[in-house]
Antibody
Framework: QITLKESGPTLVKPTQTLTLTCTFS??????????VGWIRQAPGKALEWLAL???????RYSPSLNSRLTITKDTSKDQVVLTLTNLDPVDTATYYC???????????????WGQGTLVTVSS | DIQMTQSPSSLSASVGDRVTITCRAS??????LNWYQQKPGKAPELLIY???SLLTGVPSRFSGSGSGTDFSLTINSLQPEDFATYFC?????????FGQGTKVDIK
């Protein structure tokens, strides 16, 4: 059974750096084809894809946030960490950690999601 | 980025209705299209991947179709638990962008 859980601060100040940790179980991020990503959702808004890290340490970022985002993995702890610098109130959102899977035809999809963690950016 | 446009943004329907939501990609994405359902206060749940593959355990009243730039999600005989917001997502190329969502509520 695959589970993911996000942890981190619930309130951060503008200009600060946000560090979120995804702790997962039920799979290994060192296994071929594995991947863990981050997706966020501002209150009442659509889902926004942020970043993805693969088993081979390949990383992909949203171009609009690329300069502010960093994703890393610690396979020994079954964790993925996302950092977002220079926070602004518009970064207020629920941040989800997701498990990336790939179909036999090569289509990536996110079958398992964490419960999400609401991060508020406010002074 | 590949832009995903869903329509309608919201719709009202009754239990038993057939509902269709469409999703259009700004560039061709073959069948790299997924559909998610989200209920208030909950994380999204995957329904369909690769445009038309139903995730195991998802009721067969849900179906997906399309390829290239135009896709659709159909719910046959809408059930009370189907009232939710639905999102399409492309995974053809990062960033794996989402549509803006379609809220299905009770008429």
């Amino acid at each position: 059974q695959i589970t993911l859980k996000e942890s981190g601060p619930t309130l951060v100040k503008p200009t600060q750096t946000l560090t979120l940790t995804c702790t997962f179980s039920g799979f290994s991020l060192s296994a071929r084809e594995a991947g863990v990503g981050w997706i966020r959702q501002a209150p009442g808004k659509a889902l926004e894809w942020l970043a993805l890290i693969y088993w081979d340490d390949d990383k992909r970022y949203s171009p609009s946030l690329n300069s502010r985002l960093t994703i890393t993995k610690d396979t020994s702890k079954d964790q993925v960490v996302l950092t977002l610098t220079n926070l602004d109130p518009v970064d207020t959102a629920t941040y989800y950690c997701v498990h990336r899977r790939i179909s036999w035809s090569g289509v990536e999809y996110y079958q398992h999601w964490g419960q999400g963690t609401l991060v508020t950016v406010s002074s | 980025d590949i832009q995903m446009t869903q329509s309608p943004s919201s719709l009202s329907a009754s239990v038993g209705d057939r509902v269709t939501i469409t999703c259009r990609a700004s560039h061709g994405i073959d069948n790299f299209l997924n559909w998610y359902q989200q209920k208030p206060g909950k994380a999204p749940e995957l329904l369909i991947y690769a445009a038309s593959s139903l995730l195991t355990g998802v009721p067969s009243r849900f179906s997906g179709s399309g390829s290239g730039t135009d896709f659709s999600l159909t719910i046959n005989s809408l059930q009370p638990e189907d009232f939710a917001t639905y999102f399409c997502q492309q995974s053809f190329r990062p960033p794996h962008t989402f549509g803006q969502g379609t809220k299905v509520d009770i008429k």
